[in-house]
């Protein structure tokens, strides 16, 4: 399964009705640190794809779905299930860390 990409249109369908907790990556194409986590976010997106999803927003695209997180700063990740955030953190993460998220 690879990286959905999540906008404001699917993200009701995508994030809020997912029966998988879905780890969200806030990220935009300028950011050092995005480039960084964004292979380590496609690996997490494969090993977990039998009992979770990923998601990717770019901040510059989907300002109003930042906003809504409160996105001050990127890379920022978001753990949600049953459309709650039950998770987030802020900066270059391990896979290690991400798949700790998702559990």
Known sequence: MSVLKITKENFEKEV?????PI???FW???????????????Q???ETAEV????????????ELAQAFKVMSI????VMKEGK??????????????LSMLQ
């Open 16 to 20: 809020m009705q997912s029966d998988k």
């Open 23 to 25: 780890l969200l990556d």
């Open 28 to 42: 935009a194409s300028w950011c050092g640190p995005c480039k960084m986590v964004g292979p380590v976010v496609e």
């Open 44 to 46: 997490v997106a494969v």
């Open 52 to 63: 979770a999803r990923v998601g990717k927003i770019n901040v510059d695209e989907e300002q």
């Open 75 to 78: 890379p920022t990740l978001v």
């Open 85 to 98: 955030v039950v998770k987030s953190t802020v900066g270059v993460q391990s896979k290690q860390t991400l």
